[in-house]
């Protein structure tokens, strides 16, 4: 008996070994990340906030479809009825995937916010999916049912043209300058300071948007929007925009390393003025971890990272 036992224990930890090599296999060692991080001191204080509500939520939704069901007066509105249907149909799902989906990375300001946006992906992932089996018109015709102004083809807008940086035949010598200077400027900017926050690397960003320049010349004969003047292109966008936004997510990421990640727990701390910094503090990473991709230690890695540039190209220039 004890032997027979022995050879269980032994085939029971052989399996779960085996599961978690395939699990470490496919998908990233977070918790041995989390285990990395350097200079993190937490007193473990833990509020109402970060406990599960299971119940609680439950509870709070089936009231709400209770109302619905038995107190609501029926509406004899097929639209009206089939969007609240689908709202609630998302909502609940959303309410699910919050409080079962497991966490990911990301724990500020809370791991709830990051579960709900991993859900919000989902759901527009199946969205898309949806679309896919769509034509163009049906498609815009059903986005009538969320907005009336949707539904209409939107004109392109051409950037190139005259490509006068002073016009001095115009009553506004600096049109072309000033027509350039749009909404566009500033997502540049913001969105590659992102982008260097999510890739942490300098080379791979700058070739990232070299590359988009690149590819706004490649397909401008089939986006109007991307054919642009050349000092727009390279001095608005490549230097400006996009190496501002790079430079300063460069930054960022050596003040994130650098930076010491010491928590105390909110009602810990006794001044007023600490609370609220500590509470400013809740929206800022809870620990930083340095990564290098080391494109040229393999090729296998030589090809993932041109495997990356390739689809991220593709992926954004015609989501845009």
């Not at 032994?10 to 395939?22: A, G, P, T």
């Not at 390393?257 to 909110?266: A, D, I, L, V």
Request: proline share 4%.
């Amino acid at each position: 008996m004890a032997s027979a036992r022995k050879e269980d224990t032994s085939d029971i930890k052989m399996h779960r070994d085996k599961l978690l090599q395939m699990h470490s296999a496919t998908a990233h060692d977070w918790v041995s990340d989390k285990d990395k991080k350097k200079d993190v001191y937490d007193d473990g204080t833990m509020s109402f906030f970060w406990h599960a509500h299971t119940i609680t939520v439950l509870v709070i939704f089936s009231a709400v479809l209770l109302h619905v069901a038995i107190f609501e007066e029926s509406v004899p509105d097929r639209d009206y009825n089939a969007k609240r249907g689908l709202m609630a149909v998302v909502l609940a799902f959303l309410l699910f995937g919050v409080i079962h989906t497991p966490d990911g990375p990301f724990i500020r300001p809370h791991p709830a916010l990051w579960r709900l946006i991993l859900c919000l992906s989902i759901v527009y992932e199946l969205t898309l999916v949806f679309l896919l089996f769509q034509n163009v018109n049906d498609a815009r015709q059903l986005l009538r049912h969320f907005d009336s102004t949707l539904g209409k083809e939107m004109p392109e807008k051409s950037y190139g043209g005259n490509c006068l940086i002073y016009d001095a035949n115009n009553t506004n010598p600096w049109h072309n300058l000033q027509d350039k200077l749009d909404g566009f400027v500033p997502t540049h900017f913001f969105g590659w300071w992102l982008k260097t926050l999510v890739l942490r690397d300098w080379w791979l960003c700058t070739i990232l948007s070299i590359m988009f320049e690149v590819m706004e010349y490649t397909l401008e004969h089939q986006l109007p929007n991307f054919s642009e003047c050349w000092w727009d292109h390279w001095i608005m966008d490549a230097l400006l925009c996009n190496g501002g936004g790079i430079y300063l997510g460069m930054k960022t990421l050596n003040y994130l390393s650098m930076k010491p990640y010491h928590w105390r727990g909110m009602w810990n701390i006794q001044s007023y003025g600490g609370r609220l910094k500590r509470l400013a503090a809740q929206f800022t990473p809870y620990s930083w971890t340095d990564f290098d991709w080391k494109p040229s230690t393999s090729l296998k890695r030589w090809m993932a990272m041109l495997a990356l540039i390739a689809i991220v190209r593709l992926h954004f220039s015609f989501l845009q």
